[in-house]
């Protein structure tokens, strides 16, 4: 198979269909985008990307959790009817979706990390010791216990 056979839309479909069809009878459930990736190594985002414009056109049916979506076929026999056509390079999409996301994690990283975490006790023990240290200044009552 050629890389423009490999990329073409068709061929990418067909693919994926039959990717559900293998992952749903080996593991006995229908796969996410991030099984099914993992299964066809491949991309998640390519994933994605197949299974909106197949369920669009009525060949798969998605289910959405809270935590997943699921991939179910509905009508696989109109990927027959699909014309052939190529995937649109998606690569610099995936590219900018990756740097965002590590982006993204290093700035968790980074305020979860050891030496911030110390720097904000550090802050709160000032501020708790000056709100005692206002709370003993204060006269005590001679009717308060």
């Known amino acids: 198979m050629s890389k423009d056979e490999d990329r073409s839309f068709l061929s990418q479909a067909y693919l994926i269909v039959a990717g559900i069809r293998v992952f749903t009878h080996r593991e006995g459930k229908p796969p996410s985008a991030e099984e099914l990736a993992e299964f066809l190594k491949t991309s998640t985002e390519?994933?994605?990307?197949?299974?909106?414009?197949?369920?669009?056109?009525?060949?798969?049916?998605?289910?959405?959790?809270?935590?997943?979506?699921?991939?179910?076929?509905?009508?696989?026999?109109?990927?027959?009817?699909?014309?052939?056509?190529?995937?649109?390079?998606?690569?610099?999409?995936?590219?900018?979706?990756?740097?965002?996301?590590?982006?993204?994690?290093?700035?968790l990283d980074a305020t979860f990390a050891a030496k911030e975490i110390r720097h904000r006790q550090k802050e709160r023990m000032a501020e708790l010791e000056k709100k005692m240290k206002k709370g003993l200044s204060r006269p005590k009552s001679p009717w308060a216990d």
């Open 46 to 107: 390519l994933i994605y990307h197949m299974a909106n414009r197949l369920e669009r056109e009525g060949i798969l049916r998605s289910v959405k959790t809270s935590f997943e979506t699921k991939y179910y076929l509905k009508a696989p026999h109109k990927l027959k009817d699909l014309p052939e056509e190529a995937i649109p390079d998606l690569d610099e999409e995936i590219q900018k979706v990756r740097a965002r996301k590590k982006k993204e994690q290093k700035k």
